[in-house]
Nanobody, 128 residues
Framework: QVQLVESGGGLVQAGGSLRLSCAASAGTFSSYSMGWFRQAPEKEREFVAAIRRGDDNTFYLDSVKGRFTNSRDNDENTLYLQMNSLEHEDTAVYYC?????????????????????WGQGTQVAVSS
């Protein structure tokens, strides 16, 4: 069983930056694809970004492309989400999750059902 713990959330002004981290329990972290999702109040949990196992190819929600960067450090068993030029609409609880799939395209990674374990989430609030 994989345990995931997010951190790095907080309150920031529009235009600011935050870096989220997702620490995974020791194990075969490098063998998993990893994803970030977010859930705003009264909204469905939505895909934000994913990084594919093996080649670290990244995939993004259109609205965060060019602003967010997803990366991983396999030696530290840690996933990162660098968020720049934050907008009020980015306000949500952010979750990381692991995925055993090797998806050719974005579609597979956007589906919550393809993920196995989830962290508890970290709150991001962006003031306008």
């Amino acid at each position: 069983q994989v345990q995931l713990v997010e951190s790095g959330g907080g309150l920031v002004q529009a235009g600011g930056s935050l870096r989220l981290s997702c620490a995974a329990s020791a194990g075969t972290f490098s063998s998993y694809s990893m994803g970030w999702f977010r859930q705003a109040p009264e909204k469905e949990r939505e895909f934000v970004a994913a990084i594919r196992r093996g080649d670290d190819n990244t995939f993004y929600l259109d609205s965060v492309k060019g602003r967010f960067t997803n990366s991983r450090d396999n030696d530290e068993n840690t996933l990162y989400l660098q968020m720049n030029s934050l907008e009020h609409e980015d306000t949500a609880v952010y979750y990381c999750a692991d995925n055993k799939e090797y998806c050719i395209g974005l579609g597979c990674y956007t589906q919550k059902g393809t993920y196995d374990y989830w962290g508890q989430g970290t709150q991001v609030a962006v003031s306008s």
